[in-house]
């Protein structure tokens, strides 16, 4: 932790006064990262830089937008027409939402896998559901700034799921609205907030790597680091590696930025709002519909009415997580260990694909009994953890990191169920 | 549960009439080969122009399009136009008679439209489109392409859908007409073109698959114009992501060789 030797007078003079040369170095160069990271560890940078060229894009789209109603579509288009690359940055900023999304769907489902939300990273968890409920608001905003048809009446449906909130629920819309429907007074707010928020994100995703750099990351073995063999530096091991996902991940961005752009969206939405005509299908964006789909499914449930459920239980869907450390008492960390956890896993995720499916159509028939029977289970699901977590019986654990990573050669990291083996 | 997509209607204290039925079984659009489909392909500047020429002469008698000026068609529109000159858009807009003021006293006046004119449209307000034709409303067409799933190939079924008599056992509202294509087989517009409905400039033969395909071609234009800079540019920077990319995974295996 001393201060590093620098060379030059000047960042010592700076550095002496302002250490912001030695918390780099901290932070980055003595910051030790296990040595047997995958691939599935690079998501979590991915979605800091995600968060940077949203706020960028944004901003400049920004500086062209019209927050009005009878402006607002009409801006969005000038910017696609008339702005010099408005069209790049619209449909970056369009497209990255959707990447946003992709990009924090597996880093939390890398975390789920390998049991990164267990002592001493409960707080590191938490901040990251806040992270994600931050996301959802600013998403659902951005995407009514627009003003086309979906725009509109996915805000109408959205805000109006707070009037299931019982005796006070309608005071609550109105308020929201700052009127007697979704109107100007909303798109002016919304812009406002959508703003706002992802600076909020920001700061959250400060306090998010603080945690994160206490007790350093966790690894696909989930076992802790037991000294200097185990790990290396965070830079310049991780940042190429890193960079080199990010490249990769930016071609596929570019596909869809450039070739692809409305592949993701509702064609609806090239449409002016019309309060007066409703659509005949009213659905939110793709990363939305698992918690539609619940929304949507969740019947009569006792003296509760089906409304208010699918509210609850979309609500629910989320909240849950910030309770998952203590749900999952198992000591062992990675699903590679845990020979039942290991599938029961991969079934959440089947499961959230079938909602999704599920959330993009009408709910009847075949619909309603599949959204049913996949949001019974998702909740289900976190039973199930608990269950586990007391009566399954874990594969041995390799003695460390450094044994299981050489003990394979070549940075492969041992498969499930490897014996605990001798350091080399 | 089924409750939610009328939630909206019933808070709104809005009315379901336009909306009609469900869509009986949707039939999927004909797929037709485009000029600019795929991530290489470009608008056939000769069929956009006659496209144009069809917008002009028959659509542009009751649609609009609100969101292109004059001067888009030429080369300082987005993406570069549809290939007329600058002189062939500035007489083209000399053509129109476009309400402009006040002047300074205080009344509007017509004037010849300039390229930094909008389109001119065919009725001044929704309500004086409605009452010409018979209670429906000719949508814009400015995004028309971009706002149907499939749009392309949409339109062109719409264009080429229409069917005289319509099949057996399907009754037909009246003031309706009988499209294949659309949701619900009942469309307000009368059936637009019919085949030799303008006399090309170019000398093409005006049948009804060439004249839908041309306008397809011109709306699909006017709804990205600068789709082909987008292209271009894509390639552009693909190409500069894979070397950077084959760049950083060499310095990776370089920078990781020692580690283990």
Not at chain 1, 263 to 284: K, M, S
Not at chain 1, 397 to 409: E, Q, R
Not at chain 2, 198 to 206: L, P, R
Request: aromatic content about 14%; charged content about 15%.
């Amino acid at each position: 932790m001393a201060a590093p030797a620098q060379q030059n007078k000047v960042v010592r003079w700076i550095d002496h006064r302002l250490p912001v040369f030695t918390f780099m170095q901290h932070e980055l160069h003595d910051y030790p990262t296990p040595k047997n990271l995958s691939y599935w560890w690079n998501f979590g940078s991915l979605a800091g830089i995600m968060l940077v060229i949203m706020i960028v894009s944004g901003i400049f789209l920004a500086m062209q937008y019209t927050p009005h109603v009878d402006y607002a579509f009409d801006s969005v288009e000038r910017i696609m027409r008339d702005v010099n690359y408005g069209w790049l940055m619209r449909y970056i900023h369009m497209n990255g939402a959707s990447f946003f999304f992709i990009v924090v769907y597996i880093h939390l489902f890398r975390g789920l896998y390998y049991g990164s939300y267990k002592a001493p990273r409960e707080l590191l968890w938490m901040l990251g559901v806040v992270i994600l409920l931050l996301m959802m608001a600013t998403a659902f905003m951005g995407y009514v700034l627009p003003w086309g048809q979906m725009s509109f009446w996915g805000a109408t449906v959205i805000t109006n799921l707070f009037s299931a909130i019982p005796v006070i629920g309608h005071s609550i819309v109105e308020w929201l609205w700052g009127g007697f429907a979704v109107g100007n007074p909303t798109l002016n707010r919304f812009f406002s907030l959508h703003y706002l928020l992802p600076f909020v994100i920001v700061a959250v995703v400060g306090l998010h790597l603080m945690a994160l750099h206490q007790h350093g990351s966790n690894n696909p073995l989930g076992i802790d680091r037991k000294g200097p063999q185990d790990s290396i530096p965070f830079h310049p091991y991780y940042t190429v590696k890193d960079m080199f996902g990010l490249g990769v991940f930016l071609i596929i961005f570019s596909i869809f930025v450039f070739y692809l752009p409305n592949l993701l969206g509702d064609p609806l939405n090239y449409e002016p709002a019309n309060p007066l005509q409703t659509p005949p299908e009213i659905v939110p964006e793709w990363y939305f519909l698992p918690f539609y789909a619940m929304l949507r499914s969740t019947p009569n449930i006792l003296f509760i009415p089906a409304k208010l459920a699918g509210v609850i239980a979309m609500f629910a869907s989320i909240f849950i997580l910030f309770f998952l450390p203590w749900i999952d008492g198992s000591k062992v960390r990675s699903a590679r260990f845990r020979p039942i956890y290991k599938w029961v896993s991969w079934l959440l995720i089947i499961d959230c694909l079938v909602l999704g499916y599920v959330g993009a159509h009408r709910p009847e028939g075949w619909y309603v009994v599949v959204g049913r029977a996949a949001t019974f289970y998702y909740f289900f699901h976190f039973f199930l953890m608990w269950v586990l977590g007391k009566v399954e019986r874990p594969l041995p654990l390799p003695t460390s990191i450094s044994a299981a990573v050489t003990a394979k050669g070549g940075g492969r990291m041992a498969p499930a169920g490897s014996r605990p083996m001798e350091k080399p | 549960m089924r409750s939610l997509a009328c939630l909206a209607l019933a808070i709104a204290g809005l009315s379901l009439a336009g909306l009609g039925a469900d869509a009986q079984e949707e039939v999927p659009p004909p797929k037709v080969s485009w000029s600019f489909a795929g991530p290489f392909g470009t608008f056939d500047r000769a069929a956009a122009q006659r496209g144009f020429q069809i917008y002009e002469e028959v659509c542009s008698r009751c649609h609009s399009m609100n969101l292109l000026h004059y001067g888009d068609l030429g080369p300082d529109g987005p993406g570069g136009g549809i290939g007329y000159s600058e002189a062939q858009v500035k007489a083209f807009a000399s053509t129109k008679q476009v309400t402009d003021g006040p002047n300074d006293a205080g009344e509007m006046f017509q004037r010849p439209g300039r390229p930094s004119d909008k389109f001119v449209a065919p009725f001044p307000n929704e309500k004086a489109a409605r009452a010409a034709l018979n209670g429906a409303l000719p949508p814009d067409q400015s995004l028309i392409i971009k706002a149907r799933p499939d749009g392309p190939d949409y339109v062109y079924g719409i264009l080429t859908g229409y069917k005289d008599p319509p099949p057996p056992g399907v009754k037909i509202t009246e003031g309706r007409y009988y499209n294949e294509y659309f949701p619900g087989h009942q469309i307000a517009m009368p059936p637009p073109l019919a085949g030799n409905d303008v006399t090309y400039a170019d000398g093409t033969k005006a049948t009804l698959d060439q004249e839908a395909k041309d306008i397809v071609t011109f709306l699909t234009w006017a709804s990205e114009p600068t789709m082909e800079v987008r292209k271009y540019t894509g390639v552009k920077v693909i190409v500069f992501l894979v070397f950077m990319t084959g760049l950083l995974f060499g310095a990776k295996r370089k920078i990781w060789a020692d580690v283990h």
